[in-house]
């Protein structure tokens, strides 16, 4: 004999919620303003990506953007986590990387980041010469989000 189970007018199963990096973004685009952090103002950058890009695809744009030839390994920054180029993180034992708050550049969509933070995100290319960069939302569309 099988149960047979009856549910009650009203009774809600609660929905599963997505893990961070299946969240949908659609076709969300973030204006960002990409500037060197101990550098020249006039040598920032101002470009257009979607929320739902990776962080792999924002440092494509950003090698673009400065002509740079994209020889070198790069690291994402923000707050206490930090976000590796996938070659690098390929060499990192996952469960320690966890630990460590380390994680793959190419898994974590943009928009995840900066879309609702104020705290911009940092980027480092070309380990050994330290090429940092600050990228921030673009203060316009930052006053559309907040008000």
């Not at 994680?103 to 940092?132: I, W």
Request: glycine fraction near 6%; charge should be negative.
């Amino acid at each position: 004999m099988t149960a047979k189970i009856i549910k009650f007018p009203g009774q809600r199963q609660r929905a599963s919620e997505p893990a961070p990096s299946e969240l949908a973004f659609g076709r969300t685009v973030l204006d960002v303003v990409i500037s060197l952090v101990d550098g020249d103002p006039s040598h920032s950058r101002n470009a257009s990506v979607r929320a739902d890009d990776s962080l792999a695809d924002l440092h494509g744009v950003i090698t673009r953007l400065y002509g740079w030839d994209d020889a070198h390994n790069y690291y994402f920054s923000h707050g206490s986590c930090r976000y590796e180029d996938p070659l690098l993180f390929s060499t990192q034992d996952c469960l320690s990387a966890r630990c460590r708050h380390i994680y793959c550049a190419a898994d974590v969509p943009v928009g995840r980041l900066l879309a609702h933070s104020a705290t911009p995100l940092y980027y480092m290319y070309n380990l050994t010469s330290g090429r940092e960069l600050k990228i921030s939302l673009d203060s316009a569309q930052v006053m559309e989000q907040f008000g």
